[in-house]
């Protein structure tokens, strides 16, 4: 059995666990990443970790093939850059490099979306599928596009930004700068927006009873609607007319095996699931045939990060 | 030199091709496809077209390492089967197994669209490009993406129906069923409804000079613009902002090295183009970096389809 190490460096915390050619996670460690400080004390606390996940797994650096990281932001994965980094305040940093200094074993980069994506398809929801789009629903909308089992990163390693194509032109602000969005209506923040704007104009939902304006969150227009309150009720039923219309955009341009939904949002489970299917199915283009997209929920939660950054090593054979 | 054949089999005509590696068309020739009638007379009308190309090339099929052949409709390239096809009145034909009966050598088969997107990569507008996107403005909006020289199919041979991706939720019915897709705004039938919708409302403009609403075509809105008519000048404005929302939202998703446009609309050239790049490149998440999409016009015309589907055969080996 071959192993590999994947690391999820994000702003608050590096996790690292070592993964076997399955995709099963044997250990795993973490550590806060302590942001702001100098890249190289970021770069020897993840060393650190991995390390310590290894010594969990009765593993040394030398039976690991190879290192995978998901990092938030612009990569440049041939490179092994971080280009562009907001979240860890990082420019063109060269990762990569900087941590095979230290292991002496191959290290590969990429954007953390992707990366949890690719974990979905080696181990989670889209197990096995020739082509994968995965979704996912909390502040923002991200996605990841796995095709043959590799990341599609487009031209120039920006691609997947579905999150940022218009589905209502004209619409709501974004905060990419465009307006109508599909993350501002389909994120959970577009949903606590539409669930603000509904209580504003119905002063008589129970909304209120469960909640002021400021306690708005995700979920609280779906508890209510489950309570029979018509004006949440309304505000989930435009909610996911919304991800409806953008999820059958997603099937319509790319034909994926699956699509699974991650984030928040999909943990309403199949109150969220069954009328999304429902209506996304209804928009496909000339219909379902005998192969169409199936849209299910992610399993892998946090692990996806880390398996999925495990492929990239598995992936990228030297 | 290797040598392919290319047939691009359309509802009006048959074309083929003998093509060489480099993507250069050698002879050409074609026939009606006199729609409808048997299939068997039809596939003995392609036999006779591609040993007329081969003729006037001063070639025979042995010469030939593979024939491709693009056509209109949804395909099962595995299989080498016509699933469904509208303009051939065609269902669950065995295309290929019919043709290597006759022709003694491999072939395949791919959806028009995709095919002609090919050929572009192959030879046109996106010559060498990694990844591109084809994007056809005639009676509707169609599309072929094509990355590492091979046509994204999806699961279901399906994908890049970007035409088909609702821009305006709520807006305009599309042929799809749907509403607010972007083929009901970029397409050349959408500029002429939004020309006609103009020319109502502007009862003073210089449109109705140059033809009254039967006679409304994709052109007359460019042409009046160009001659200072202020109704027309702001529906080519709207025309050319749809179809930016619509770009802006495939390079987002998929970051092409190249959208190159073809079809009608895309004759207008420069002053479509210049202003068209603008707006689209001022809607690209997180800006220009030092690699972006170009936007192109598509060189190849008709020929497209022809070479796209030799590659077919090329990128097919056995």
Request: proline fraction near 3%.
């Amino acid at each position: 059995m071959r192993h590999y190490i994947g690391v999820d460096l994000g702003g608050t915390n590096i996790k690292a666990g070592v993964v076997d050619e399955t995709g099963r996670i044997l250990a795993e460690d973490s550590r806060k990443t302590k942001i702001p400080r100098p890249e190289s004390e970021v770069c020897a606390d993840i060393v650190e970790t991995i390390l310590c996940a290894l010594s969990q797994a009765k593993l040394t650096l030398g039976d690991i093939e190879g290192v995978g990281v998901g990092c938030p932001g612009r990569m440049d994965s041939t490179r092994g850059v971080v280009v562009y980094s907001n979240n860890l305040i990082w420019r063109e940093y060269p990762l990569c490099d900087m941590l095979r200094e230290s292991l002496h074993r191959p290290v590969y980069l990429g954007n953390d979306a992707n990366v949890a994506a690719l974990g979905e398809v080696w181990a989670g929801s889209a197990l096995g599928a020739s082509s994968a789009v995965i979704v996912t629903l909390g502040t923002g909308v991200g996605a990841g596009i796995v095709i043959d089992s590799r990341i599609l990163t487009g031209y120039n390693e920006a691609a997947s930004e579905f999150g940022h194509t218009v589905i209502v032109h004209g619409g709501a602000p974004c905060t990419c700068g465009r307006r109508g969005c599909f993350e501002s209506y389909a994120s959970a923040t577009g949903l606590v927006r539409m669930t603000r704007e509904a209580m504003e104009q119905h002063p008589e939902s129970l909304l209120w009873k469960l909640t002021d304006l400021a306690g708005v969150d995700g979920r609280i227009a779906f508890i209510a609607g489950r309570k029979g309150d018509k004006t949440a009720a309304e505000v989930v039923d435009r909610y996911i007319d919304y991800l409806a219309c953008g999820l059958a955009n997603i099937i319509n341009a790319i034909q994926p095996e699956v699509i699974s939904l991650g984030g928040g949002v999909a943990k309403e489970g199949d109150p969220l699931l069954i009328p999304l299917r429902e209506r996304t199915y209804r928009e496909v283009y000339s219909g379902l045939g005998e192969k169409y997209t199936r849209i299910e929920l992610c399993t892998l939660g946090y692990k996806a990060g880390i398996i999925g950054a495990a492929m990239l090593a598995l992936g990228n054979p030297r």
